[in-house]
């Protein structure tokens, strides 16, 4: 079993809808978690972090997070044909390093 | 411009040469990390140092190697043993602060190298 689960896509959505990526994670241990968005071509760029159970709000996002179900999902609400990108989802197994998904890949139709 | 810095932005290999890929940071942050990322793939951890001479091998090491002399520097060589090199390399640091193992570690990663075999 994969430590970082992510379904590869395509997800595609229409301009305005939310856009729902998930991610499930295998470490119990595991205390944080990122989201990372990537261009064709380009670095990850980090654009949600969140350590708590619940939900964190950061303008058009929202990461959730359920250690007991381990899975932490990315809500973007209003979604725009910018946001396409692929999704990098990544946990903090210890020892300091990250572990990542293989990412979902965003489409967003004008 | 605080930043993670990568060169060159393009690497092109001969066979059984060794090529060095840069990777500096002047975010005074403590950690550094070396990923390989092939096409339609995740990243996957070649080599990270938590601090200056002292680095530890990731999943996929073999044929690759690193120096920690500066703490704002962190090269890594491609060897000739590693047979199939072809991929986007990134270098990502973070700040290691308090909290253990299990810290927040935020990575932060430079624009890569992209390395190809002539």
């Known amino acids: 079993q994969k430590e970082v689960e992510q379904n590869s896509g395509p997800l595609s959505v229409p301009e305005g809808a939310i856009a729902s990526l998930n991610c499930t994670y295998s470490d119990r241990v595991s205390q944080s978690f990122f989201w990372y968005r990537q261009y064709s071509g380009k670095s990850p760029e980090l654009i949600m972090s969140?350590?708590?159970?619940g939900d964190k709000e950061d303008g058009r996002f929202t990461a959730q997070l359920n250690k007991a179900s381990q899975y932490v999902s990315l809500l973007i609400r209003d979604s725009q044909p910018s946001d396409s990108a692929t999704y990098l989802c990544a946990v903090n197994t210890g020892f300091q390093k990250l572990v990542f998904g293989t990412g979902t890949r965003l489409l967003v139709s004008p | 411009d605080g930043g993670i810095t990568q060169s060159p932005k393009y690497l092109f290999r001969k066979e059984g040469q060794n090529v060095t890929l840069s990777c500096e940071q002047n975010?005074?942050?403590?950690?550094m990390y070396w990923y390989r990322q092939d096409p339609g793939q995740g990243l996957r951890l070649i080599y990270y140092s938590q601090i200056v001479n002292d680095f530890q091998k990731g999943d996929i090491a073999e044929g690759y190697s690193v120096s920690r002399e500066k703490k704002e520097s962190f090269p890594l060589t491609v060897t000739s043993a590693q047979k199939n090199p072809t991929a986007f390399y990134l270098c990502?640091?973070?700040?290691?602060?308090?909290?253990?193992?299990?810290?927040?570690?935020?990575?932060?990663f430079g624009a890569g190298t992209r390395l190809s075999v002539l």
């Open positions: 975010l005074n942050h403590d950690a």
């Open positions: 969140i350590y708590s159970n």
């Open positions: 990502a640091s973070s700040n290691l602060g308090s909290g253990g193992p299990l810290a927040k570690n935020i990575q932060y």
